[in-house]
């Protein structure tokens, strides 16, 4: 575990993180922003002499989200959703003020900005009661189909990737090549895909290969071996998402409906309802849209369910630890579960 939050590793994983964003692949950098986080956070702990705890770890990768898309609720949220846990009670003063001073860090250097641009169209309840559904149902299912694929792979090599399962560089340069040809044909897929995400949440018309395109990108870019977050590219990707349901219902705020493919997929991914609706409310400044996205968030978890049963996090540090120790006791069987998905 301390090497997983040494500050070398962090900045190592930053500046491959840039290099594989200079190169075109479909990664994030706020896997590595949380991971510097708690390298920071743990290392002042141990200058100060201060026993470093879970907890100590959870407040600086939830710190780590709020600096990164400058989302602070949205770092309480994901540290309670995704990161504490049975922790959650016993650290809340920690994370929130290690959000805090993120908060003021990321506005001291960046400004007061919102993420995505604003968004200030809004959905009648009646128009919710008949999109969300579809949104929360498309979404959750497309994301829990990422999550699946990813598990898939990560958990059964030997299976799926045949001959480059053990020859990783040369499964790299595949998905390289891959990424490159998706890239080449769309036009749409290099990088984090924020910019054609702000377009379409601020109501552009994206050509319809973006989602599909972005898809394949950042599942290729994640099993590559890439470091780098899949929060941005699954935001761009549920974008995308949004962009497609456009077409079902043209007559609609476009910005709304594609903050409702957002929140929808990104739910499916990541398995975290509560924080999908507030970093999309805080990067996209849509107070208005919050009952809409709960709605769409909500049902795409529990339609990401019976594509995917397993947590997406959780499952892949369960794989992390079986590769990097002994079990412990009981947890064979979890560990196993995620091959059956």
């Known amino acids: ?30 896997g590595p922003t949380v991971q510097v986080s708690a390298a920071i956070m743990s290392r002042v702990h141990r200058l100060f002499s201060v026993p470093v705890t879970a907890g100590v770890i959870i407040a600086g990768g939830a710190a780590g ?32 003020t290690a959000i805090l001073i993120a908060g003021i860090v990321s506005l001291g250097l960046a400004g007061d900005y919102v993420y995505f641009g604003t968004m200030p169209a809004t959905i009648s309840l009646a128009r919710t009661l008949v999109i969300a559904p579809v949104a929360g149902i ?14 898939a792979i990560t958990y059964n090599r030997e299976r799926y990737l045949g001959p480059f399962a ?28 924020y910019a054609e995400a702000k377009a379409a949440v601020e109501g552009a018309h ?3 290969w973006f989602g599909p395109g972005k898809f394949a990108a950042t599942l290729l870019s994640t099993v590559a071996g890439l470091p780098g977050g899949i929060f941005s590219p699954s935001l761009a990707t549920g974008a995308g998402v949004g962009n497609l349901l456009c077409l079902l219902f043209p007559n609609d ?89």
Not at 5 to 28: E, P
Not at 296 to 307: E, Q, Y
């Open 1 to 30: 575990m301390g090497t997983l939050i040494s500050l070398r590793v962090g900045i190592a994983k930053l500046l491959m993180t840039a290099a594989g964003l200079l190169a075109g692949a479909s990664v994030g950098r706020e």
């Open 138 to 151: 498309l979404g959750g299912l497309s994301g829990g189909l990422f999550a699946r694929l990813v598990l």
């Open 65 to 96: 989200v709020a600096g990164a898309f400058n989302t602070p609720l949205a770092g309480v949220a994901f540290a309670i959703e995704e990161l504490a846990n049975a922790f959650e009670q016993r650290v809340a003063l920690l994370v929130m």
């Open 253 to 341: 705020p476009r910005g709304a409906v594609v903050l409702l493919g957002m929140v929808a997929y990104f739910t499916g991914v990541v398995r975290a309802p509560l924080t999908a609706v507030i970093i999309i409310v805080e990067a996209t400044a849509s107070r208005g849209m919050i009952l809409p996205l709960f709605a769409s968030a909500l049902i795409a978890d529990s339609s990401a369910r019976l594509v995917c049963r397993h947590k997406l996090y959780h499952a892949l540090a369960r794989e992390f630890l079986s590769r990097s120790g002994p079990a412990q006791p009981g947890e064979e069987g979890r560990m196993r579960s995620p091959r059956a998905t």
């Open 206 to 208: 994206e050509t319809l």
């Open 166 to 193: 053990n020859r990783p560089i040369a499964w790299a340069l595949l998905c390289g090549i891959l990424i490159a040809l998706i890239g080449i044909a769309t036009q749409v897929t290099w990088g984090t895909g």
